[in-house]
């Protein structure tokens, strides 16, 4: 293994342990196949997560992950953001985090990676198609379809919802192809947000999720939420937003629904950040890419 190389596996953060927690296991699993020491940071909030909640060992943040693999010598970083599009806080924060230490250590090699989901990167949708595919075998979902007629189940592809476009395409785009990978497996493949910002100009996240589930062939027949987020938290968690918005909008209280698991839970995800971490495209990001990077949204 290196010394003097270091992967950053950055996610947004949570003030839900588990979201660490997998955070932690993807960066040793990700360690395991690339040979580099990746170290788990996020953007923001896991550092106010008690350490005793977190096997004694406290989260840290990017800019001080950053900063402290600078200091203890590595002159080859590469930034690898847990994130499926991308998001402000990788177009914006990260990399004006990198420029600044940039400018304090100019003879590092200080690279950011793509987010997960790219031009021509199939694996995404296969995770979700993978994880619909278990629902559908089991008994409990064959069951509600059979209860209703043989209904065929509808699919929910929700995500958090954006105020960037950029990341609200991304969505559409995995959710078409695991549209084209189920097929007639399945009623319909829907993309929808959980939440979005007010103003007509953010009416590219519709339909929420909450709204869909009112209309017909969605409120009462059988139901798979696919979970475009990575890590259990605040919103995809067991008693998260998405399921209160699926109790919520249902007149069965979400009895004929069910929920995938997350991106990270699933082998396949792993493979994608190897990928994302060994196909690095600049080899150094200057203070000029930033400004570039921020005004493609």
């Known amino acids: 293994m290196n010394a003097d190389s270091r992967i950053l596996l950055v996610d947004n953060g949570s003030l839900e342990p588990a979201s660490t927690q997998q955070l932690r296991r993807l960066a040793a699993g990700l360690t395991e196949r690339v040979r580099v020491e990746v170290v788990p940071a996020s953007v923001a909030h896991s550092s106010k997560i008690p350490a005793e909640q977190l096997d004694g060992r406290p989260a ?60 021509g990167e199939p694996r995404l949708a296969q995770i979700l198609a993978a994880h619909v595919r278990e629902i559908l075998t089991s008994t409990a979902m064959n069951g509600e379809a059979g209860a209703r007629g043989g209904t065929k189940v509808r699919v929910a592809v929700v995500d958090h919802g954006s105020p960037s476009r950029a990341v609200t395409d991304v969505r559409d785009a995995v959710a078409a192809q695991a549209r084209d990978l189920l097929g007639d497996e399945v009623a319909a493949v829907t993309a929808c947000s959980m939440e979005r910002r007010d103003g007509p100009e953010y009416a590219f996240n519709e339909p929420l999720l909450a709204n869909l589930l009112r209309e017909d062939g969605w409120r009462d027949g059988p139901v798979v939420v696919a979970l475009l987020f990575i890590a259990p938290g605040k919103h995809a968690g067991d008693e998260g937003d998405v399921a209160q918005i699926v109790r919520r909008a249902r007149p069965d209280g979400g009895a004929g629904v069910r929920f995938t698991p997350v991106l990270g839970a699933h082998p396949l995800l792993l493979e994608v950040l190897a990928d994302r971490a060994r196909d690095v495209r600049c080899s150094r990001l200057e203070p000029t890419a930033v400004a570039g990077a921020v005004g493609t949204l």
């Open 60 to 119: 840290e943040l990017f800019e001080a992950a950053l900063d402290r693999v600078l200091r203890e010598g590595a002159i080859d970083v590469r930034v690898v953001p847990l994130f499926v599009g991308p998001s402000y806080a990788i177009v914006r924060h990260v990399p004006a985090v990198i420029a600044e230490q940039q400018t304090r250590f100019p003879q590092v090699r200080i690279a950011l990676a793509d987010p997960l989901a790219v031009a």
